[in-house]
């Protein structure tokens, strides 16, 4: 009686509060320890990771300019200028410095711009990999809990428009990442991951040359 008791207390007041399926007379078995988290790396340790992480990109970063940074169009200074100036605002960038008579622009806005919050995941879900590879082996499992966010970035692209002969133009793209919280211990990073680059450059030379295609009759 005392068990069949305990039993149908036990069923109604664990669906209230929760209760011990042992009867009070069972001594219940010792928890097991709990795994202790790994310690967090060192500043030192912190730095060096970060700053392999940020050779890494620089030199993804320059290979993506290279191929992809400068286009030649055929089109008068003025109208290449005027083109990319109506593509980068029309992205959500905004103009810091204008200068149409030597063909220099810079435009800035919150990160992720001009990426949206859709292709900035998927920056993060290809680019991901190649980070982990480099802050795992320094950061040990510490390096799981790093989130890539835009948070806390700028991102600052600089144009500049060349006049070339028989009527063309050079256009040429550069981009970094401005901090505007400083993280103290960790290297300041300046370049964005690999896969935004891409995709950032793929959406401003569309909307240049959609700018560009409407100037013309």
Not at 32 to 56: D, G
Not at 94 to 101: F, H, L, P
Not at 170 to 195: D, H, K, Q
């Amino acid at each position: 009686m005392r068990t069949l008791f305990w039993v149908t207390y036990c069923a109604i007041a664990a669906a209230l509060t929760g209760c011990n399926p042992a009867p009070p007379w069972v001594k219940p078995a010792p928890a097991e320890p709990r795994p202790e988290a790994a310690p967090p790396p060192s500043r030192e340790k912190v730095a060096e990771a970060f700053t392999r992480l940020n050779a890494a990109l620089k030199d993804a970063y320059e290979r993506i300019i290279r191929e992809r940074g400068t286009r030649t169009v055929a089109a008068p200074r003025a109208a290449a200028f005027d083109a990319l100036h109506t593509g980068l605002t029309r992205l959500g960038m905004i103009v810091e410095n204008r200068d149409a008579e030597i063909g220099v622009l810079t435009v800035a806005a919150p990160a992720p711009k001009p990426l949206d919050a859709a292709e900035w995941r998927t920056t993060v879900q290809s680019d991901q990999p190649l980070m982990a590879s480099i802050l795992c082996p320094v950061l040990g499992e510490y390096c799981k809990a790093i989130r890539f966010e835009p948070d806390d970035f700028v991102i600052v692209i600089n144009a500049t428009v060349r006049e070339l002969d028989a009527g063309r133009s050079e256009v040429s793209l550069t981009t970094r990442m401005r901090e505007i919280v400083e993280r103290p211990g960790v290297p300041r990073r300046e370049y964005p991951p690999p896969t935004g680059v891409q995709m950032a450059l793929d959406k401003i030379w569309a909307q240049f040359d959609r700018a560009l295609a409407e100037r013309k009759p």
